[in-house]
Nanobody
Framework: QVQLVESGGGLVQAGGSLRLSCAASGNIWSINAMGWYRQAPGKQRVLVAAIISGGRPNYADSVKGRFTISRDNAKNTVYLQMGSLKPEDTAVYYC???????????????WGQGTQVTVSS
């Protein structure tokens, strides 16, 4: 069993900041990638930022220069520091991870339950 538990969402005024956290727990051998997606009402879920093990972070164009993703491998945790928030950043933010549960097995996709971020104008 693997769980991704998110925290840190909430209501913030435009121009403000929020920090999201996501901790993976359970039967984990290794984590190949961790990242954040978001889904606004009536829209598809889209990538916000991701970080692959040993690789450089990848950001959606809409958040470059405003959001920073980081990862604590020892804690199996990924963070998303969001700054200069805009009303269009309002969405449910989902944590995602590609996790290998057993040595020699393939990784599988896991999702958190989602956390609401609302940016008021």
């Amino acid at each position: 069993q693997v769980q991704l538990v998110e925290s840190g969402g909430g209501l913030v005024q435009a121009g403000g900041s929020l920090r999201l956290s996501c901790a993976a727990s359970g039967n984990i051998w290794s984590i190949n990638a961790m990242g954040w997606y978001r889904q606004a009402p009536g829209k598809q879920r889209v990538l916000v930022a991701a970080i692959i093990s040993g690789g450089r972070p990848n950001y959606a164009d809409s958040v470059k220069g405003r959001f920073t993703i980081s990862r604590d491998n020892a804690k199996n945790t990924v963070y998303l520091q969001m700054g200069s928030l805009k009303p269009e950043d309002t969405a449910v933010y989902y944590c995602h991870a590609k996790i290998v549960r057993y040595p020699g097995s393939y990784d599988n996709d896991y999702w958190g339950q989602g956390t609401q971020v609302t940016v008021s104008s």
